[in-house]
């Protein structure tokens, strides 16, 4: 999300969605954008630890400092992209029996994430179809922003089923 986009987002809904009347009700209004949440250090390492990604330029601050084109340690792409359903959460209160994550059509890591970075997300509600056990699937398209930056960090589209 640009700046100018970001004019025309609402921050996080204040509604609790009940049911997928509420979900459609979203479909081509405005993105819901979450509060920021930095990436520190702490994190990074967190991740490189669960996920076996110990490379250089995410865990050694003192080599990515000299050797790395972004001047510093970045977060890994999938870490970015894993606060989605995080930050979803947090900014699209849903009560319901079940929500799993369903998958990504489309991802994207536009801009390297510096450790330190403040981040937010905007979703906005492409598309809202039933599916079975009487379930919809939502696709959000999700932009990730880093503060100060006029780029998105990642943008995504990301599929999520709810069960009311």
Not at 25 to 37: I, R
Not at 67 to 79: K, N, Q
Not at 84 to 105: C, D, F, H, S, W
Request: glycine share 6%; with cysteine.
């Amino acid at each position: 999300m640009t700046a100018s986009t970001a004019s025309t987002a609402a921050t996080a809904t204040n509604a609790t969605i009940r049911d997928a009347a509420a979900l459609r009700a979203l479909v081509g209004a405005a993105a819901l954008v979450s509060e920021w949440l930095m990436v520190d250090q702490a994190n990074v390492d967190r991740f490189a630890q669960a996920t076996g990604d110990h490379q250089w330029i995410h865990i050694d601050p003192e080599r990515a400092r000299r050797e790395s084109p972004f001047g510093g340690p970045v977060a890994h792409g999938f870490l970015t992209l894993s606060l989605i359903p995080a930050l979803l959460e947090k900014t699209v209160p849903l009560r319901q029996r079940m929500g799993v994550n369903y998958g990504l059509n489309r991802v994207r890591f536009t801009s390297p994430v510096p450790v330190g970075s403040q981040l937010r997300a905007s979703f906005a509600v492409e598309s809202v179809s039933d599916v079975d056990n009487a379930g919809v699937q939502v696709v959000w398209n999700v932009t990730l922003e880093r503060q100060g930056s006029e780029r998105p960090v990642c943008v995504a589209e990301f599929i999520t089923r709810h069960y009311f």
